[in-house]
């Protein structure tokens, strides 16, 4: 029981440490240009395949770096002659203009690497066990994954904080306009941030990359629990990303390894409701129903907690 | 893959009616894109391969076989759009095999067309996909399946493992659909009868073709203390379970439908399960047969894969005898020659598709995976390691009865 606690906590902190890597720059993104960036997913897929690619090349060390600048400066190239022409139209244009970017690289990324998997491998240099914890093994590349994650969250929360171009990026977060006022080029600011953004994203593709699967699908699978991470923290909270980021990690983990159902807790079924629809909510278990968790609790904040867990303002 | 989407894509620009008067078109639908598409893109090119060696000798009646593919993702609402799509183009046969949620579908779908379109119908060769119910309860006229359903290969392993005194402590793991429920439920019915001392530990079921990471069902199976494995998982969902047991050093035996399928071997040679992995299957590499070792080798010099699909290689040879018996290439008639015909299958002795629902009944062999003697000449995916033969089941003893009651047309 102890193992499972301890593994699965792990796992689950791991998972979640990897949607905060993305949850950060959407976050970032949505508070500065008010427009929730339906391709963030994407450029963490970016991530991976240019991640992929590199490493065939020259080696995984060398993309580990090369393959976030590629997407990021992608992304900063997205904002500056796209996002900022089509923002003359309004957030609708936006939007939309995001949604169809998420489809045209799914597209493009099938044509040019196929739709099934590419076999992207753990590094030579990191496929072996870190270390036994009763009698089970826990990958070195996994401890690897969670350090770079880590490492990149503190830095994050250094930049913002204490240095004066973290102060800037706070001051346009709120007071876009008053910024500008003070002499600071605000769309570059934007362009910077969206850059940052997306090429966290996209580290967070290439780290995980030989862990999950790298395929054509990886945005699609990945996308739609961002927004709920994003959401549950509270729109353009970075705190309340890493906490929401933990909490679905750590959920998901948790619920898989839970066997419990109604009918565990009260007994089985009647036979007289043996052919019904009752006896099948009757005896799911909440490791079935895992997947579908963090929607309910996206469901459950809208409800209760519309500014998210740490966010300060509804919209 | 990208040739032949552009091929795909040029194909009706051809002209197809100066066409369809030379080839006969099978429509392969199955999954091209997402969780499925490494399965689904080796069926494909199985299938191409099969076609070219009907080719080489005529073709059927005289005519071209042409694979025309069809990417359903894996989805039943998808697939009816493309079997539409495929009819539209002139299709008159398709088949199917990944997913008997999208087979259930197909074959509602076959036989409400056949019903409102009376002269041109639709035959589904079903060639994978096993969930029983199709050729039972559902069973349709328009169907035949080679693969043999999923209660006949429980049975199988079952008996198997009744004599396996080793299994104390078992766990299911199989996809949340259909055909996993019906592998987790034969399983428990037939294993309560024949070795009732055996403790199910853990009976899990996940979302198919979903999960990237495995590594928390397995810290599950790990604390549950099994010794021993069911699961029908098949394509990425166990390549990827056998990878996160890998990592966790997970050391049990493995009871398997699909090991053999995509990344599944190379994911038993890292976890080291050397023949703790067993499969049962109408077929495998090694069993000595002359002329499937022939084809094998010719399929691996010409693919970097290996044969997955013997089923697949009997489903065509037999639509070509079927045609040649009924000198048509009108499905209702090669529909009506198919039944109750009795067939040489590729691993050798006979197999007999069943009138009354359908089913093809053929010799089904348990194997486990693991390193070689000079008996068995093939490894899988450059592993080393191949299948060796555990058991043979004779045609006989898997005649499960069915429910089916089969409506034919008049």
């Known amino acids: ?315 | 893959m990208r040739q032949w989407m552009i091929a795909a894509a040029l194909l009706p620009l051809l002209g197809g009616t100066a066409l369809a008067q030379e080839t006969v078109k099978i429509g392969y639908i199955d999954p091209l894109s997402g969780g499925g598409a490494s399965v689904g893109e080796v069926g494909f090119k199985t299938f191409q391969f099969l076609a070219e060696e009907l080719n080489a000798k005529g073709g059927i009646l005289g005519k071209k076989v042409e694979i025309v593919p069809f990417d359903n993702k894996t989805n039943p609402q998808e697939s009816l759009i493309q079997a539409q799509k495929a009819i539209d183009s002139g299709v008159r046969y398709i088949t199917q095999g990944n997913g008997s949620s999208v087979a259930g579908a197909l074959t509602d779908f076959v036989t409400k067309y056949n019903e409102r379109n009376p002269g041109k119908e639709i035959l589904y060769f079903n060639y994978a996909a096993v969930d029983p119910v199709l050729t039972n309860a559902k069973c349709s006229f328009w169907h035949f399946r080679w693969d043999a359903n999923s209660d006949i290969k429980m049975e199988a392993l079952t008996n198997y493992m009744k004599s396996a005194p080793d299994i104390k402590k078992l766990y299911l793991i199989n996809q949340d659909y259909s055909f996993g429920e019906s592998v987790r439920s034969a399983a428990k019915t037939m294993l309560k009868a024949k070795r009732p001392d055996i403790q199910i530990v853990g009976d899990e079921l996940h979302p198919l073709l979903k999960i990237t990471d495995f590594a928390p069902y397995v810290a599950k199976i790990k604390a549950s203390g099994a010794d021993s494995v069911i699961t029908g998982n098949w394509g990425q969902d166990f390549a990827l379970l056998l990878k996160a047991s890998a990592d966790a050093g997970l050391k049990v035996n493995w009871y398997t439908y699909y090991a053999g399928g995509t990344g599944g071997p190379t994911a038993i040679k890292q976890a080291n399960l050397n023949h703790q992995v067993y499969q049962i299957a109408e077929g495998i590499p090694n069993l000595g047969n002359a002329s499937a070792d022939a084809f094998e080798k010719a399929l691996r010099a010409k693919y970097d894969f290996s044969l997955f699909y013997p089923r697949a290689v009997n489903q065509m040879r037999m639509f070509a005898a079927a045609a040649e018996k009924a000198k048509s290439l009108d499905p209702a008639k090669v529909a009506a020659a198919l039944e109750g015909l009795q067939f040489d299958v590729f691993d050798g002795g006979k197999g007999t598709m069943r009138k009354d629902d359908h089913q093809f009944f053929q010799p089904m062999y348990i194997a486990s995976f693991g390193d070689r003697t000079e008996k068995e000449p093939f490894d899988e995916e450059k592993t080393g390691w191949g299948w060796r033969q555990a058991a043979k089941i004779e045609p006989e003893q898997t005649m499960l009865p069915t429910t089916c009651k089969m409506e034919r047309p008049n």
């Open chain 1, 1 to 315: 029981m102890l193992e499972l606690l301890v593994i699965s906590t792990l796992n689950g902190v791991l998972f979640g440490m990897l949607l905060f890597l993305m949850a950060s720059g959407l976050t970032v993104i949505f508070s500065m240009l008010g427009v929730l960036n339906f391709a963030h997913a994407s450029f963490y897929m970016l991530g991976a395949f240019f991640g992929f690619q590199i490493s065939r090349w020259i080696g995984f060390w060398p993309a580990l770096f090369i393959a976030p600048l590629l997407a990021g400066a992608l992304g900063a190239a997205v904002e500056r002659f796209g996002l900022r022409r089509v923002h003359r139209n309004g957030h609708v244009a936006e939007l939309l203009f995001t949604f169809g970017l998420a489809f045209a690289i799914e597209e493009i990324v099938q044509i040019i690497w196929g739709k099934s998997p590419v076999d992207f491998r753990v590094p030579a240099s990191l496929d072996f066990p870190a270390f036994r914890l009763f009698s089970t093994n826990y990958p070195a590349y996994k401890m690897f994954m969670l350090l770079v994650s880590i490492a990149i969250f503190v830095g994050l929360l250094v930049v913002l904080k204490k240095s004066r171009v973290g102060l800037i990026v706070q001051a346009a977060l709120t007071h876009p306009h008053m910024v500008g006022h003070l002499g600071h080029n605000v769309g570059r600011i934007f362009m910077l941030v969206f850059g940052v953004g997306t090429a966290l994203a996209a580290i967070a593709g290439v780290i995980a990359g030989p862990a999950l699967v790298t395929q054509s699908n990886m945005a699609a699978l990945l996308g739609p629990i961002l927004f709920v991470v994003v959401v549950v923290g509270g729109l353009g909270s970075l705190p309340g990303a890493f906490v929401a980021s933990l909490l679905i990690g750590l959920v998901q983990t948790f619920a898989v390894s839970m066997n419990g159902s109604l009918a565990g807790a009260f007994g089985p079924l009647s036979p007289d409701y043996a052919q019904t629809w009752l006896s099948d909510i009757w005896g799911v278990t909440i490791a079935q129903i895992a997947p579908i968790m963090p929607y309910v609790l996206l469901v459950l904040i809208l409800i209760f907690r519309p500014m998210g867990l740490l966010g300060t303002r509804e919209t």
